[in-house]
């Protein structure tokens, strides 16, 4: 089937006044949507109208990740807005804030650095009772973005590169500071889904020949910014692990591995202990 536009035939159900949910599954799986059952279910609670339906169906179709046809992505049971360009937040990073919330229940301050839409922020600050909450990007797509989804929760976002871009004021301060940084090898970047190739930013996929580039400068800048007894988490892959967890030890945090078989989530998790000067 060609991508439905406004200017193609419609296959008759769509031409009808009121919505079809069976011609919108048979449109998203004949485009090779892999779970046209539950994307049309979305697609058919968020479109007002039948021309927006259309529409819809017809950017999914096209090959739009289904976050950016709808505006939003769940994650931890939140709506966060996502826009093109930024970041789409992935469910395997609910376990980083799992993680964040097990270690620092009572966190008075986070940071969410590399926050990119500000799903982790977001979550944590959901979770958590009424924190300050920062919030950093290189990315001016993403700073929009995070505004956005952390205005309810007060949070602050700046625009920078990782800790020249948070005020000094939090210095020494920080509970939680949770960096989902870009952590793909360059060399990798191109067998990414195209989803992500397409539609998301190299900034935000690329970290560099070992994909561990930024997560290198976040650990070694973190023992600045924690207050004692605040942890720094990243999440990494399960082949980049050893050399993250490293990264944390070397910058002198007390550091663990968490991982999540039915995410395929891997978390380092470092601690900068009470005593450290
Ligand atoms: C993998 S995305 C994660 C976004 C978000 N934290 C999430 O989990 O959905 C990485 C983000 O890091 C940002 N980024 C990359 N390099 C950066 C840097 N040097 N300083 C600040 N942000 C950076 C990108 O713009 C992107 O938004």
Same mark, same amino acid.
């Given at each position: ?18 919505? !079809? ?11 090779? !949507?892999?779970? =046209? ?41 939140? +709506? ?31 940071? *969410?650095?590399? !926050? ?9 600050? =959901? ?33 920078? *590169? ?5 005020? *000094?004021?939090?210095?020494? +301060? ?8 870009p952590?793909v ?19 935000a996929l690329d ?16 023992? *600045? ?5 605040? !942890? ?46």
């Amino acid at each position: 089937m060609p991508p439905l536009s406004s200017s193609s035939p419609l296959p008759s159900p769509f031409s009808a006044s009121l919505p !079809c949910p069976d011609a919108v599954v048979a449109a998203l799986r004949t485009a090779g !949507c892999v779970f =046209a059952e539950d994307e049309a279910e979305l697609i058919l609670a968020t479109a007002r109208t039948a021309g927006e339906l259309l529409a819809l169906v017809d950017r999914r179709v096209s090959g739009l990740p289904l976050e950016l046809v709808l505006g939003w992505a769940g994650f931890r049971g939140l +709506r966060i807005a996502v826009a093109p360009g930024v970041f789409v937040p992935r469910r395997r990073t609910e376990f980083l804030v799992t993680e964040a919330l097990a270690q620092a229940p009572d966190a008075a301050v986070v940071v *969410d650095l590399c !926050c990119g839409s500000g799903a982790v922020g977001a979550a944590l600050a =959901a979770a958590l009772d009424r924190p300050e909450v920062h919030a950093a990007d290189v990315d001016p797509a993403a700073v929009h973005c995070a505004r956005g989804n952390l205005a309810d929760a007060g949070g602050r976002v700046y625009a920078g *590169d990782l800790f020249d871009a948070l005020p *000094d004021t939090v210095r020494g +301060r920080v509970d939680i500071l949770a960096a989902n940084v870009p952590y793909v090898p360059t060399g990798e970047v191109p067998l990414l889904p195209a989803e992500a190739r397409d539609h998301e930013p190299l900034v935000a996929l690329d970290g560099g020949a070992d994909g561990l580039d930024v997560l290198r400068r976040v650990a070694a800048g973190a023992p *600045d910014w924690l207050a004692p007894g605040g !942890c720094l988490l990243v999440e990494t892959s399960e082949r980049q692990a050893p050399a993250a967890v490293d990264a944390f030890t070397r910058a002198g945090l007390a550091t663990r591995l968490a991982v999540c078989e039915e995410l395929y989530a891997h978390v380092v998790i470092g601690v900068r202990e009470p005593g450290l000067g």
